[in-house]
């Protein structure tokens, strides 16, 4: 049987008729939207779509699979939606999980506003590490988790961009580089940047770390380090340089290390992600209050 994900990429394409609309409404790649389809279609052994250079539409076959599985889908969901607003609402206990005291100090500004608005939930902030931050939610050590998008995972969802920050290199202070007012996307061609561990999901991955420049010169990479406070080892002693976001240069401010600003690279996104097989009320009214909490703030948070 299809799982909830190829059920929502059919009926959105369905409804979208474009690769690239349903690829940003369900916050994953156009290549994962396409793949999707053609599993789909191979499990049922015929196409459900006809597609061309120019447009996407739908088969008899697909017209009559959108027809049969609309209505249960929406009440399916529905059923859902009436459980959690039957429920207990906006109580219990929320795990939130970060990577780094940038961005701590956000969620815990965040959080003062949310215990006030929801008195009935308690909050607990939950320090990650490179290695273990969609494994954390996957075993429930966490439900939420504040994090550099894109969140190009078919089991996450994720809410609206919550702020944004410079990128940047993370040199040793020793190396050419440091002597430099910024650097290119191209210069990572020329130097050798520690790799994130095999844990982070590819996609994120070479969306921060990609293996070629935009040119397309390949990118040397090497072992880095579990944690972040691992790779700025790793940087500080030579070993290697590291993209970084421009939040590290106050937070994480070495005399070993220098942080050098892209001046080709766009800023990197933040925002809160979750399992879409576990989206709570609390879930939501976390993001919500964080909206509003960061719209609110006098500066912006990657000043």
Not at 128 to 143: E, H, K, P, R, S
Not at 256 to 275: C, K, N, Q, R, S
Request: hydrophobic residues 40%; neutral net charge; glycine residues 8%.
């Amino acid at each position: 049987m299809p799982e909830r994900h190829e059920i929502e990429a059919f009926l959105t394409l369905a409804e979208e008729l474009h690769f690239g609309r349903t690829a940003e409404r369900l916050r994953v790649s156009t290549t994962r939207i396409s793949q999707t389809i053609r599993k789909l279609e191979r499990g049922i052994g015929a196409s459900l779509f006809d597609r061309t250079s120019r447009r996407v539409t739908l088969t008899p076959i697909g017209r009559q699979l959108r027809d049969d599985l609309q209505p249960a889908h929406e009440q399916v969901l529905q059923s859902f939606r009436n459980a959690i607003a039957a429920g207990r609402g906006v109580t219990g206990v929320l795990r939130v999980g970060y990577f780094g005291s940038d961005a701590a100090q956000v969620l815990h500004a965040v959080t003062d506003t949310f215990c006030r608005q929801h008195p009935d939930c308690a909050v607990q902030i939950v320090e990650l590490q490179l290695n273990n931050g969609l494994a954390a939610m996957q075993t429930g050590q966490v439900d939420m988790e504040l994090i550099r998008m894109p969140a190009d995972h078919p089991d996450l969802v994720g809410g609206p961009v919550l702020f944004t920050e410079p990128k940047v290199l993370a040199v040793s202070s020793r190396h050419p580089f440091a002597r430099r007012p910024s650097v290119s996307l191209e210069d990572l061609a020329d130097v050798l940047v520690l790799q994130n561990p095999s844990a982070i999901p590819d996609g994120w991955d070479e969306f921060h770390s990609p293996k070629h420049t935009p040119g397309g010169r390949p990118i040397q990479h090497l072992p880095g380090a579990d944690t972040f406070v691992g790779m700025l080892a790793l940087v500080g002693a030579g070993k290697g340089v590291y993209p970084e976001g421009g939040r590290a240069m106050r937070f994480y401010a070495r005399p070993d290390i220098t942080y050098v600003p892209f001046h080709d690279a766009p800023p990197l996104e933040w925002g809160l992600v979750w399992l879409n097989t576990r989206e709570t009320a609390r879930i939501r009214a976390f993001d919500q209050t964080a909206q509003l909490v960061l719209a609110d703030l006098p500066v912006s948070p990657a000043s």
